[in-house]
């Protein structure tokens, strides 16, 4: 069986090698400009293209919107913040510098990226831990503990909001950090089930194979599913660095009673609008607020920006067996 592989691999890449230009030609004219069969439009298919596409442009201008507002708010005077232009009539580029003088941005910027990373980190190796276990090993109430799991995400938040503050005040964790990651050392009901239905998709005579040549359980999880499950990997690290890059009520909770260097970003903004509140003594200085906004944007944009191949190969491959 060994020797066959080679000679199939030869023979698909001879396969591809012998797909005309034309073939290609005729993908790229139908992507672009033909219809199914990669024929030229008619005149009411050009209509059509030209309203799918003016429709397309539109709906990205819509969703496009509040981030160029939020832009052109941070470029702006005091007095110019919510005017409404797009294009500030006063260009003030200092904003991004006072801003850090303002306030300890690169403190709260510093607090928040550790703390995503590292609530990510953990959620998404603890959960495909758990998940791998119910995928691949058969034991007695498997499919109970795995319900119980599931059902575990019908219960509200607040259900579980003051229990878990006494538990980490009786530790006395409570303005420290620790409260906003270290739960996801326990995983997460929706990432055990997102993992373990692509684990399901996996072939299972992979870890037959493996467990035959003397290879242990943590060795095919880690040398086999893990490399494997990428694509869904990255979906939950995206997917909770998110959470925690926007969790302004754990930051609320934990935080508060700390100093402001201490701060993550959602909570600093929210004690920012506080400070330059004019009913709360402030001079309505609200374009550092804007420039902390769209800082705190920036790496959200470069995460996806670098992880949207293995998320949309995840979505689209995760769920494939149940």
């Known amino acids: ?5 080679p000679i199939k691999t030869v023979q ?3 396969a591809v090698a012998e797909v005309p230009p034309e073939d290609v030609q005729v993908r790229r004219r139908r992507k672009w400009f033909g219809d199914a069969r990669g024929q030229s439009l008619t005149p009411m298919g050009w209509v059509g293209q030209i309203v799918r596409w003016v429709l397309l442009l539109l709906f990205a201008a819509l969703f496009m919107y509040p981030l160029a507002w939020l832009l052109a708010a941070s470029l702006k005077p005091r007095g110019e913040v919510f005017d409404n232009r797009l294009i ?6 200092e904003n991004y510098l006072v801003a850090f003088d303002e306030m300890p941005l690169a403190n709260w910027i510093g607090n928040s990226i550790f703390i995503a990373v590292l609530a990510a980190a953990l959620v998404a190796v603890s ?3 758990v998940a791998f276990g119910f995928a691949y090993y058969r034991f007695p109430g498997r499919g109970v503990l795995f319900g119980i799991v599931l059902a575990t995400m019908m219960l509200p938040g607040a259900v579980t909001l003051v229990p878990q503050y006494l538990i980490w005040n009786q530790l006395g964790f409570v303005g420290t950090h620790v409260p906003l990651w270290g739960a996801n050392l326990f995983g997460s009901a929706f990432y055990i089930f997102l993992q373990r239905q692509f684990f399901l998709g996996l072939p299972r005579e992979l870890f037959e194979a493996a467990k035959l040549d003397g290879l242990s359980a943590w060795g095919q999880f880690w040398r086999i599913a893990m490399p494997l499950s990428v694509p869904s990997f990255v979906i939950i690290l995206l997917f909770e ?3 925690s890059w926007n969790n302004l009520q754990a930051a609320l909770i934990y935080l508060n009673t700390g100093s402001q260097e201490g701060y993550t970003v959602p909570l600093g903004i929210a ?7 004019p009913t709360a003594g402030g001079q309505g200085d609200y374009q550092y607020v804007m420039v902390a906004a769209v800082l705190v944007t920036i790496p959200m944009l470069i995460l996806f920006a670098f992880g949207q191949r293995s998320f ?11």
Not at 1 to 5: F, G, L, R, V, W
Not at 88 to 93: G, H, L
Not at 312 to 322: C, D, N, P
Request: glycine share 8%; proline share 5%; no cysteine.
């Open 1 to 5: 069986m060994a020797s066959q592989t």
């Open 12 to 14: 698909a890449a001879a």
């Open 88 to 93: 500030p009539n006063t260009f003030v580029p």
């Open 127 to 129: 959960s495909s831990l």
């Open 241 to 243: 660095f998110q959470a």
């Open 271 to 277: 004690s920012a609008m506080t400070k330059y509140s």
């Open 312 to 322: 949309i190969t995840g979505i689209a491959t995760t769920g494939r067996k149940g």
